[in-house]
């Protein structure tokens, strides 16, 4: 499908997008990757998280450390302690 194939909103929109991308790589290009020999293998790219969390550790009176998937996830782990504290 061509630019010009679309209606004149969509062109625009289209457009638009172009160039935000355009200005977001701000002329760089990736450099191109090496030949890989057959004895290596391309390392697996680890996937990004659905939600782009971050990791969390909270570490609990006895000395453990309790690892999150998630800072909210340990917030709401630091209102219960405080909860079941009180």
């Given at each position: 499908m061509r630019i010009e194939d679309l209606?004149?909103?969509?062109?625009?929109?289209?457009?638009?997008?172009?160039?935000?991308?355009?200005?977001?790589?701000?002329?760089?290009?990736?450099?191109?990757s090496p030949a890989l020999s057959d004895d290596e293998e391309e390392m697996p790219r680890r996937a990004a998280?659905?939600?782009?969390?971050?990791?969390?550790?909270?570490?609990?009176?006895?000395?453990?450390?309790?690892?999150?998937?998630s800072q909210k996830e340990a917030r709401r782990y630091d209102e219960l302690a405080l909860l079941l504290a009180a």
């Open positions: 209606p004149p909103w969509a062109q625009a929109q289209a457009a638009n997008q172009i160039m935000a991308r355009q200005r977001r790589n701000n002329g760089r290009s990736r450099p191109p998280s659905k939600y782009h969390n971050r990791k969390a550790a909270r570490i609990t009176a006895a000395g453990n450390i309790l690892e999150f998937d």
